[in-house]
């Protein structure tokens, strides 16, 4: 069996389609869109007249990161000799590993009931497999914070705005599962907190490299600023969750400022590449 | 039956004009749009959103956003089912809004969104029984969403989905029934 598999080998059945960031960002529309919606953002909420719909589709895309986040955990057992040196991972970091994968496996079942359950077939969305893609790194600290703080840390934000969703709907089956399910997710990322600073204990450096890491990853999970702490943002910075997964109030700020940051640099690139649009047809005209 | 849909070509999108004509043509005959009326859709393809809502009922208008028509799992492609289905229930709100024994229905800006989903309900309904896929499981969430998990509320969804020759009274009573178990 390889190790450090890229995402475009990873198994799929003829149901699922992928689609690559860079296919949305080429979509024309984002610029061409009339200027009051280019940048409109809307929290999840039963109010919106997509509300159900939008939920439907966070879902599946729950969905199949659950399915990269197995994987990504299963590659770490795999991927890495047992030991203790920059190359290795420790064996008990790989049973939590293995551990972890066995409730990305169930969070898989339970995701698919619950598109059963709103209406959702499998496949009906596209993939995309960026959360996968930051469970790729070579050195076994950096692919621990990727998936157990950055990846993770995103699922709690995630499952606490689909628990909300279901809390204003008054759903009971989707609060209950996803109350579960962000239970075991406050897990993963206290794994990855404390094999972090367990495997960095004497190495400065490292920590910094991985801290730096999760930043960029962070930053790209912020899905320009579709994650954040705003009115509008549509998944919600789970601060207390965070908490109780070991994040400190510094490195949440943090996250928070890197979404707003995200958001900045999403809306200024779409003003820039639509007045440049608009210029070009004024001087084709 | 004729379809107009504009814009002839699109450039933001790789939607097929006459594909999109032919579906209208389709839907219109299937749903009992009279034979010789024209079927008017305008498509904004600037706009990813699946926003669609009824501009005329005479001449008969459709205005959709293009997310309405776009397959999810392929952006920007055209989804001949998401035709289907938007034109369809959008036709058939048309026909009740003309029809005298349906009863008169207040402005669409006017309807509050429950009222709008139980009257999407009922139109679906009729598509599926008419060969299109309703996809029952995602509007019975949608209207549960909106009127509470609650036994009486699927009952209203059963009446609607199933539903043949009821008023605008009939929606909006099944709709303000579900509602008040909701809360009761």
């Given at each position: 069996?390889?190790?450090?598999?890229p995402?475009?080998?990873?198994?799929r059945?003829?149901?699922?389609?992928?689609?690559?960031f860079?296919?949305?960002?080429?979509?024309p529309?984002?610029?061409?869109?009339?200027?009051?919606?280019?940048?409109?953002?809307m929290?999840?909420s039963?109010d919106r007249?997509?509300?159900?719909?939008?939920?439907?589709?966070?879902?599946?895309?729950i969905?199949t990161g659950e399915?990269?986040?197995?994987?990504?955990?299963?590659?770490t057992c795999?991927?890495?000799?047992i030991?203790?040196?920059?190359?290795?991972?420790p064996?008990?970091?790989k049973?939590?590993?293995?551990?972890?994968?066995?409730?990305e496996?169930?969070?898989?079942?339970?995701s698919?009931?619950?598109g059963?359950?709103?209406?959702?077939?499998?496949?009906?969305?596209?993939?995309?497999?960026?959360?996968?893609d930051?469970?790729?790194?070579?050195?076994?600290?950096?692919?621990?914070?990727?998936v157990?703080?950055?990846l993770?840390?995103?699922?709690?934000?995630?499952?606490n705005?689909m628990?909300?969703?279901a809390?204003?709907?008054?759903?009971?089956?989707?609060g209950y599962?996803?109350?579960?399910m962000?239970?075991?997710?406050?897990?993963?990322?206290k794994?990855?907190?404390?094999?972090?600073?367990?495997l960095?204990a004497?190495?400065?450096?490292?920590?910094a490299?991985?801290?730096?890491?999760?930043?960029v990853?962070d930053k790209?999970?912020?899905?320009?600023g579709?994650?954040?702490?705003?009115?509008?943002?549509?998944i919600r910075?789970?601060?207390?969750?965070?908490?109780?997964a070991?994040?400190?109030?510094?490195?949440i700020?943090?996250i928070?400022?890197?979404?707003?940051?995200s958001r900045?640099?999403?809306?200024?690139y779409?003003?820039?590449?639509?007045?440049?649009?608009a210029?070009?047809?004024a001087?084709?005209? | 039956?004729?379809?107009?849909?504009s814009?002839e070509?699109?450039?933001?999108?790789?939607?097929d004009?006459?594909?999109?004509?032919?579906?209208v043509?389709?839907?219109?005959?299937?749903?009992?749009?009279?034979?010789?009326?024209?079927?008017?859709v305008?498509?904004?393809e600037?706009v990813?959103?699946?926003r669609?809502?009824?501009?005329?009922?005479?001449?008969?208008?459709l205005e959709v956003?293009?997310?309405a028509?776009e397959?999810?799992?392929?952006?920007?492609?055209?989804?001949?089912?998401?035709?289907?289905?938007?034109?369809?229930?959008?036709l058939?709100?048309?026909?009740?809004?003309?029809?005298?024994?349906?009863?008169?229905?207040p402005?669409?800006v006017?309807?509050?969104?429950?009222h709008?989903?139980?009257w999407?309900v009922?139109?679906?309904?009729?598509?599926?029984?008419?060969?299109?896929?309703?996809?029952?499981q995602r509007?019975?969430?949608?209207?549960?969403?909106?009127?509470?998990?609650?036994?009486?509320?699927d009952?209203?969804?059963?009446?609607l989905w199933?539903?043949?020759?009821?008023?605008?009274?009939?929606i909006?009573?099944?709709?303000?029934?579900?509602?008040?178990?909701r809360t009761g």
């Open positions: 069996m390889k190790h450090a598999l995402s475009e080998e990873l198994a059945d003829e149901r699922f389609v992928r689609n690559s860079m296919a949305r960002a080429a979509d529309r984002v610029t061409a869109m009339p200027a009051e919606k280019r940048n409109q953002r929290p999840l039963p007249a997509d509300g159900p719909d939008a939920a439907r589709a966070l879902m599946h895309g969905f399915i990269q986040a197995l994987e990504g955990a299963g590659r795999w991927d890495f000799p030991g203790d040196g920059p190359d290795e991972a064996f008990e970091l049973l939590d590993m293995a551990r972890q994968c066995w409730d496996a169930r969070h898989c079942e339970i698919v009931k619950l059963d359950w709103m209406g959702t077939e499998i496949g009906e969305f596209a993939e995309s497999t960026f959360l996968y930051a469970a790729c790194n070579p050195d076994p600290v950096l692919r621990l914070t990727g157990n703080r950055a993770e840390g995103l699922a709690i934000d995630v499952f705005t628990r909300e969703f809390e204003k709907s008054g759903d009971p089956l989707l599962c996803e109350d579960w962000l239970a075991d997710e406050v897990t993963h990322v794994m990855g907190s404390d094999w972090l600073r367990r960095t004497d190495d400065p450096d490292r920590r490299r991985a801290l730096e890491f999760q930043k990853v790209l999970f912020s899905i320009g579709a994650r954040g702490e705003e009115d509008d943002s549509p910075l789970a601060r207390r969750f965070r908490e109780l070991g994040f400190r109030t510094e490195e700020d943090e928070a400022e890197l979404s707003l940051q900045r640099e999403l809306d200024s779409r003003e820039h590449a639509a007045a440049k649009q210029a070009a047809a001087g084709e005209a | 039956m004729a379809a107009s849909v814009p070509s699109f450039t933001m999108v790789l939607f004009q006459p594909a999109i004509v032919a579906e043509e389709r839907i219109a005959a299937l749903v009992g749009v009279p034979s010789g009326e024209e079927v008017r305008v498509v904004d600037a990813p959103v699946a669609a809502h009824l501009a005329s009922v005479d001449p008969l208008v956003e293009g997310g028509f397959d999810p799992r392929h952006p920007r492609q055209l989804s001949e089912a998401a035709v289907a289905d938007t034109v369809g229930r959008l058939l709100q048309a026909l009740d809004r003309r029809s005298a024994a349906f009863g008169e229905v402005a669409d006017d309807i509050p969104l429950a709008r989903v139980a999407d009922y139109a679906v309904g009729r598509l599926q029984r008419l060969g299109l896929d309703g996809q029952r509007r019975i969430y949608g209207f549960r969403n909106r009127h509470g998990f609650t036994d009486v509320a009952e209203a969804f059963a009446r199933d539903g043949t020759d009821l008023t605008w009274a009939d909006t009573r099944l709709s303000d029934d579900a509602l008040a178990a």
